[in-house]
Each structure stands twice: as C-alpha cells, then as structure tokens.
C-alpha cells in the first residue's frame, strides 16, 4: 500500500482531489460577485428613487362609474353597488424620443433617459355608445375619468399639452391604479360630449432608468421610437416591426392589434384584466453590454476548469522532466489562480473589464511563472509554464468575450485540450513509482 501511494497514478489522483478542493476558494469568489451585484442593484434603487425607475407608459383609459343594483328578495328600499368600466381607444399613436445620459452613485453607474412623449388616441362615438347599451348596470356618465397609467410617478416631469376634443384639460393625482400601476386622472363628462368621438392629445416628459415599456391600450397601436443608444435590448410582448442600428443610436416602429393580446376593448371592475395586461407590454431596455459583473460570472465558471489544466501542466513538468512537486506547492498556485478572480472583480469595477484582465491575468502569470522557476529548478520551465498558463488566460479571454459561441469555442479548446494531454502521457508508465528529485522515473528511462 505504501509503494502504491508513491505510484503516477496516486500522484494523478492526489493533484485531482488538490483541483477539486479548489473549488472552495472559487465558490467564496463566485459569492462575492453575486454580493457586488446586489450592491450594484441597490445602488440603481438608489439613482430610480430620485429620477424616476424603470417606466411603464400606457394609453388613455376612459373608466366610467357604474351603479349595479343588488337589491336582495324581500327588501324595502333598492340597494345599489358601485363599480366601473372601462374602454379602451380604437387608435393610439405614440411618438417617443429619448434622450439617454449615465448617473452614478458611488463606483456604480446606469443609463438614465427623459422620454419626449407624443401622444393621440381616438375613442369612437360607436364604441361608446355600443358598451353603453351592452352594460348591465347604468352608467354615471358625467363622472367619468380618462386615466393615464404610468409605472413610476416621480419620473413624470412635464405634462406639456393635455386636449380633449381641442379643449385644454389638466391631470390630477390619483388613488386609482391600473393594474400594479398607478394612474393620473382628468374628469370627462361624456353626456356632455353627446354622440361625438373623444380625441385626445397628450405631450409629456417622463424620465426613467434603463428600461421603457409601453401598453398597446388600443384597437391598434402604433409606436415610434428614437434615442441615441447603440445597444437596445427590445423587450416584452412584441418586438419592432422594423428597427435601425447605427452610430447615432437606434430607431424602432411597432403595430399592434387588439387581436395581439388577451383581453379586450372593454371590461368591467369585477374582470382581473391585470397579469394580462402585464404580459402584453413592450418596449426597450438600454442594454449595458460591458456588465463586469455578468462578464465575471462567466469567467469563474471556467475556474474549476482553469486551474485543473494548470495542474496538469505541473504534472507533466513533474513526470517528464524528472521534478518533483510538493502537494503544498500545487496549493500555492492553485491559490494564486483562485487570486485573480478577486483581483479581477476588484479592478473591473474601476478600469472596466479589459483593462482589469489583462492587469490581473498578467500579475498571476508572473506570480506563478516565478514561483515555477524556483519550485521547478529551472528558469527555462518556468517561462514555459508562465506562457502555458497567458495562453490560457488568453483562451478564457476569448470564451468571455464571444457570447454567442462560446460553448463551442470551449468543446474545441478542451477537445483539443484533451488530445494534447493524451498525446503528452502515451508512454508513462502510470504503475511506475513517483520521481523523487532528480531521479529519473521509469517510463522516461523507457524512452532513454
């Protein structure tokens, strides 16, 4: 039992369990990252709280009160319960301009915009009048409300133009909500109006942060958008029928139909209209595609990984030069390693995440390149091992950097990976006993 443990083969099991128990450090490392993100969340709870958060924008709602009498067999007097319905627009155009800036708290930044919003829908005199004599309960006509849904208040800056039919009118705050969203309100008396259509014409100001998504509140929907962001992430319900790319930005039109969502142009107070009218949003996110967080994550999902083919490039210095490497040694390094994922995290927040690569990559090559000349007794090993582990890190460099395909860039780098490592160890001999220094082991006296 004795001589197996000095075997190739224990040493090959005993650097295996070393890589594994690696992973310790990396898990600690991969908490970490998740920690920063969560501080970084708080910090864009913190910009939102004081310029307006993630903006929700619907069209106008015409909600009209009701009077549904529920008188109960056998009672004096009629009793009556209140209640609502409410309409939705046959045509809503919107014309939204952005313009984008970055806020910072602390080390932490997000993109800001104040949307200019443009904003004309037509409620038609035969939609109302058909709900109206389709209602089973009365409608209180002259108390109606036209309701404007917005996911953020604080972000509403200016309300620039507010016509009903032509006439000035002006929002009022609300208890109302649309919804998880609350709403502004404008009183509208539709027996007044008789038997006309409601036009209404709407320009705003509503700042946000990183996202604005729309609610297609109308028989169709039509959307324009601008804003000079080059990397949009379009999101929710539909996407653009068209959209453009260029280096002033991004531009976008979307056209919806109420055959497009679940629930239709009318509903009363007693239908739960709102996980649908949540799943039926749509709009834009300002995508950050230099997230550091995001990108380290990725990286220390290939720690494990990284640090066993280290490992691997001792090994067969160990074996096929004749050297001989302590366990404690194979620790240090793996250390080392562990090491530049902290020191990666740390720098990416203050140089951005290319920068803090190369620094930390470098650092750690030359750390554990020394630290092999002296462990391994020769300078020429140890600038081999050191430009083993940058074409590594080089290769992690760019399984980070190619979103789309690094799956497959890394079956190929570890495929190939795996043939050199096979080619490498053909003839060691893996009962022979381990080198001691200096010794020649077995299966390179094969070879001899």
């Not at 930044?109 to 004599?133: E, N």
């Not at 919806?256 to 679940?262: A, K, P, V």
């Not at 709102?274 to 300002?286: D, H, K, N, T, W």
Request: proline share 4%; charged share 15%.
């Amino acid at each position: 039992m004795g001589k197996w443990t000095q075997t190739v083969t224990a040493k090959v099991l005993g650097v295996g369990l070393l890589a594994l128990l690696m992973t310790i450090p990396l898990l600690q490392v991969r908490e970490l990252v998740r920690e920063r993100q969560q501080l970084r969340q708080q910090a864009i709870a913190q910009i939102a709280q004081g310029w307006g958060g993630k903006q929700v924008l619907g069209g106008p709602l015409l909600v009209v009160p009701t009077l549904r009498e529920v008188t109960p067999a056998g009672a004096t007097a009629p009793q009556w319960q209140a209640g609502s319905e409410s309409i939705l627009a046959d045509t809503l155009a919107l014309d939204v301009a952005m313009s984008v800036d970055t806020r910072s708290y602390g080390i932490y930044s997000a993109p800001v915009y104040v949307a200019t919003v443009k904003l004309a829908a037509q409620f038609r005199a035969q939609d109302l009048a058909q709900f109206r004599r389709s209602s089973d309960a009365p409608w209180q006509a002259g108390k109606a409300e036209l309701r404007l849904a917005l996911g953020d208040l604080r972000g509403l800056q200016e309300v620039g133009e507010l016509r009903i039919n032509g006439q000035p009118a002006r929002f009022e705050s609300s208890a109302d909500r649309l919804g998880p969203w609350p709403n502004v309100v404008v009183p509208i008396d539709l027996d007044a109006l008789g038997a006309q259509s409601v036009d209404v014409q709407i320009t705003l100001k509503l700042a946000g942060t990183e996202a604005l998504q729309l609610l297609p509140l109308a028989r169709s929907t039509d959307v324009k958008m601008h804003a000079p962001w080059n990397d949009p992430s379009f999101i929710g319900a539909a996407l653009p029928l068209e959209h453009a790319i260029d280096a002033h930005g991004f531009s976008a039109r979307w056209h919806l139909l109420d055959l497009n969502r679940s629930y239709g142009q009318h509903w009363t107070d007693r239908d739960d209209v709102c996980s649908a009218l949540a799943a039926s949003s749509f709009g834009v996110q300002l995508y950050q595609p230099v997230d550091v967080y995001q990108r380290n994550v990725r990286a220390g999902k290939y720690g494990l990984l990284f640090i066993a083919m280290t490992f691997v490039a001792f090994f067969l210095f160990e074996v096929l030069k004749r050297l001989r490497v302590h366990p404690v040694q194979y620790l240090l390094v793996g250390a080392a390693l562990a090491t530049f994922y902290v020191v990666l995290l740390a720098l990416s927040e203050q140089i951005g995440f290319g920068p803090a690569y190369a620094l930390a990559a470098a650092a750690v090559v030359l750390l554990v390149g020394g630290y092999a000349m002296a462990v391994l007794r020769a300078r020429r090993a140890g600038a081999l091992l050191g430009g083993v582990l940058g074409l590594i890190y080089a290769m992690l460099y760019g399984l980070i950097a190619a979103e789309q395909y690094a799956l497959l860039i890394g079956a190929l780098v570890l495929l190939a990976v795996v043939a050199l490592m096979m080619y490498l160890t053909r003839r060691i001999d893996w009962y022979a006993y381990a080198p001691a220094s200096g010794e020649p082991s077995a299966a390179i006296m094969e070879r001899s």
